[in-house]
T-cell receptor
Framework: AQSVTQLDSHVSVSEGTPVLLRCNYS??????LFWYVQHPNKGLQLLLK??????LVKGINGFEAEFKKSETSFHLTKPSAHMSDAAEYFC?????????????FGQGTTLQVKP | KAGVTQTPRYLIKTRGQQVTLSCSPI?????VSWYQQTPGQGLQFLFE???????NKGNFPGRFSGRQFSNSRSEMNVSTLELGDSALYLC???????????????FGEGSRLTVL
């Protein structure tokens, strides 16, 4: 069965410093992995996705993530945090085979960006 | 292109009542999924509909049900409401075709249900 674990429930950084949000996954087959962001009182927006192509995935707003099979990790990074990055971030694995709508979410990491 | 539309955005019910939430997917999308988001349990998958058929189901009691219409619009219903059903209910749509192409899910802004 698939699962994801987000290693930090809360991360605080200063504006302009790097961001690292950590995610480990468990999957019995080659996974599809995603990072979603949720701003307050909003729905979720896809940041990036890994679908067994390049292991370094670039997303929107300067975010990227690297798929490391040996470490079963899919950490999200950004070189320089912006105030607008403050939000809840979810690491997600697709449950089931093929392109289905069943996603398994991590518990989320709240990113705080200090001025 | 209009995004995923959920109605109502906010609603308050009392225990024992039932509620119906609606979701209009992005035009052309055939898959609609529903998720429950609570502070304690996080985001949990409820069910997915594709071409009017339930394709996947999460671990929720039978009080939670859904359906999809021929125009891909979907509704979910919760009967005999309990206090613990208070949550943000999110709908997501995608093309939904099976196969190796793993498409993006597009989420609505949710329906926030409060059960008193």
């Amino acid at each position: 069965a698939q699962s994801v674990t987000q290693l930090d429930s809360h991360v605080s950084v200063s504006e302009g410093t790097p961001v690292l949000l950590r995610c480990n996954y468990s999957s019995s087959y080659s996974p599809s992995l995603f990072w979603y962001v949720q701003h307050p009182n909003k729905g979720l927006q896809l940041l990036l996705k890994y679908t067994s192509a390049a292991t370094l995935v670039k997303g929107i707003n300067g975010f990227e993530a690297e798929f490391k099979k040996s470490e079963t990790s899919f950490h999200l990074t950004k070189p320089s945090a912006h105030m607008s990055d403050a939000a809840e971030y979810f690491c997600v694995v697709r449950g089931g085979s093929g392109n289905t709508g069943k996603l398994i979410f991590g518990q989320g990491t709240t990113l705080q960006v200090k001025p | 292109k209009a995004g995923v539309t959920q109605t109502p955005r906010y609603l308050i019910k009392t225990r024992g009542q039932q509620v119906t939430l609606s979701c209009s997917p992005i035009s052309g999308h055939r898959s609609v999924s529903w998720y429950q988001q609570t502070p304690g349990q996080g985001l949990q998958f409820l069910f997915e509909y594709f071409s009017e058929t339930q394709r996947n189901k999460g671990n929720f009691p039978g009080r939670f049900s859904g359906r999809q219409f021929s125009n891909s619009r979907s509704e979910m219903n919760v009967s005999t409401l309990e206090l613990g059903d208070s949550a943000l209910y999110l709908c997501a749509s995608s093309g939904g075709d099976r196969g190796p192409n793993t498409g993006e899910l597009f989420f609505g802004e949710g329906s926030r249900l409060t059960v008193l």
